[in-house]
């Protein structure tokens, strides 16, 4: 299985015969590995509403004739796009074709943001995403802060890599990160949401270091590097 940094909180995986795309905010993105009319998906995945995570969902997938999988509102506005969707909602889960997908809750807010129309449209509840492919576990933790009961992910669940953002401000920090990296309990992790603004700048590698203090293997991923699982 193919793991791809895209930039941001973009990640592709393929699988031996599927590929996913989560928060594919690719156009408008100062880091973005490709271009969205590159992209080629069977299913993109979305963790919340706002506008750097929803990003280009409505192009790749509609181009691609791919399935929208989100949050119930978010993905009840995409379908309203003309999109195919599939609407999910935190503690659910479904096995497609390509894997089991679980939605977990995100400490986070929701909203895409209209700037001509000066509105906020709200997008429901923010989640994280526990995908099972192939024998293997993968969380991406969405946007979020630190919370609990992210050890009773590590506690249900054997999860071989995470997805942990870093950028602080308006996500967890390094700091916050590397516990909850201990706390789901993850064999290795990818840094993810950092460095694509100046506002959440961080040095990825020295929280690579962190994590292998702390018996963890972190994996620092620069756009467009890909890595085995």
């Known amino acids: 299985m193919k793991i791809t940094f895209l930039g941001h909180s973009c990640i592709q995986i393929e699988t031996g015969t599927h590929t996913l795309l989560i928060d594919p905010f690719l156009t408008g993105n100062p880091?973005?590995?490709?271009?969205?009319?590159?992209?080629?998906?069977d299913a993109v995945l979305l963790t919340h509403g706002h506008n750097d995570h929803v990003g280009d969902?409505?192009?790749?997938?509609?181009?691609?004739?791919?399935?929208?999988?989100?949050?119930?509102?978010?993905?009840?506005y995409m379908g309203w796009q003309g999109c195919k969707t599939h609407p999910m909602h935190i503690g659910g889960a479904h096995t497609f074709?390509?894997?089991?997908?679980?939605?977990?809750?995100a400490y986070h807010?929701?909203?895409?943001?209209?700037?001509d129309e000066q509105q906020i449209v709200y997008m429901?509840?923010?989640?994280?995403?526990?995908?099972?492919?192939?024998?293997?576990?993968?969380?991406?933790a969405g946007?979020?802060?630190?919370?609990?009961?992210?050890?009773?992910?590590?506690?249900?669940?054997?999860?071989?890599?995470?997805?942990?953002?870093?950028?602080?401000?308006?996500t967890m920090g390094p700091e916050d990160?590397?516990?909850?990296?201990q706390w789901v309990q993850?064999?290795?992790?990818?840094?993810?949401?950092?460095n694509t603004f100046p506002l959440i700048e961080q040095d990825g590698r020295a929280f690579a270091e962190a994590l292998g203090d702390a018996g963890i293997e972190g994996l620092v991923l620069e756009p467009g590097e890909s890595w085995e699982l």
Do not use: C, W
């Open 109 to 115: 807010g929701s909203g895409l943001e209209l700037p």
């Open 124 to 140: 429901g509840m923010p989640a994280g995403l526990l995908l099972e492919l192939e024998g293997k576990t993968i969380y991406h």
């Open 31 to 41: 880091v973005a590995a490709r271009e969205a009319s590159e992209i080629k998906a």
């Open 57 to 76: 969902a409505e192009s790749i997938a509609k181009r691609n004739g791919a399935v929208i999988i989100a949050p119930n509102e978010l993905a009840v």
């Open 177 to 181: 990160a590397l516990l909850a990296a």
């Open 143 to 170: 946007d979020t802060g630190l919370f609990g009961d992210m050890k009773l992910l590590g506690e249900r669940h054997q999860i071989d890599l995470a997805l942990l953002p870093i950028g602080d401000n308006f």
């Open 186 to 194: 993850a064999k290795r992790v990818i840094p993810i949401h950092y």
């Open 97 to 105: 074709d390509f894997g089991r997908v679980k939605l977990t809750q």
